[in-house]
């Protein structure tokens, strides 16, 4: 597609259900990232998959928080048993190794 | 290691005056360098980059940036200010391949 693409837009999860976040990239980007955006704050980063390999995961807050690239194409970011301090924003982007990276619009998770 | 620095967290100018948001970075190697904004709701759209070609770099929307490696900054500048610039901006360094850094965020506010 044009661009980084995410889905759902925005989400309303009740305290511990299980949320998937869905991330299609720019095609043919091989390097895809997911930052974390709470309120008023910038983007942290999540995790790094080079194709379909997920070579840094060092920002997952938890064990809760789970990533695949199963195709090294689409991507999504699972959040089990979702606790209120999981709201925010989640933000896929997706680069040609060494070059710019392209955000999407973010998945808006608010939890309840 | 690499970190950035923006300098102010809100920034507040006047239509048609000009516009300075201030960024310091640290790294041990040569980076890459990139503004975004981000406006409300929105994702991350790229402003500019710098990845060692000319140090001063022209984007959009009348925005410019120029990298000076004695002083480790990277200041964004537009001379004149729009009503539509009001938004957040972020600094990012990057080491060309997965390790990439935020600063916390400049808001710009442009008064009328």
């Known amino acids: 597609g044009a661009g980084v693409s995410q889905s759902p837009r925005y989400k309303v999860a009740k305290r511990g259900q299980d949320v998937a976040l869905r991330c299609d990239p720019i095609s043919g980007h091989v390097s895809l990232f997911w930052y974390q955006q709470a309120l008023g704050q910038g983007p942290e980063f999540l995790t790094y998959f080079q194709n379909e390999a997920q070579l840094d995961k060092s920002g997952l807050p938890s064990d809760r928080f789970f990533a695949e690239r199963p195709e090294g194409s689409v991507s999504t970011l699972k959040i089990q048993r979702t606790q209120q301090e999981d709201s925010a924003v989640y933000l896929c982007?997706?680069?040609?190794?060494?070059?710019?990276?392209?955000f999407g619009e973010g998945s808006w998770l608010t939890v309840v | 290691a690499q970190s950035v620095t923006q300098l102010d967290s809100h920034v507040s100018v006047s239509e048609g005056t000009p516009v300075l948001l201030r960024c310091n970075y640290s790294?041990?190697?040569?980076?890459?360098l990139f503004w975004y904004v981000q406006h409300p709701n929105k994702g991350l759209q790229l402003l500019l980059k710098?990845?060692?070609?000319?140090?001063l770099v022209k984007g959009i929307n009348g925005f410019e940036a120029e990298f000076k490696k004695s002083e480790t900054s990277f200041h964004l500048t537009k001379p004149s200010a729009h009503m539509s610039d009001a938004a957040e901006y972020f600094c990012v360094v990057s080491d060309g391949y997965q390790k990439v850094t935020f600063g916390i965020g400049t808001k710009l506010q442009v008064i009328p």
């Open positions: 982007a997706s680069s040609v190794e060494g070059n710019t990276i392209y």
């Open positions: 710098y990845t060692s070609a000319a140090t």
């Open positions: 790294s041990s190697y040569s980076p890459s």
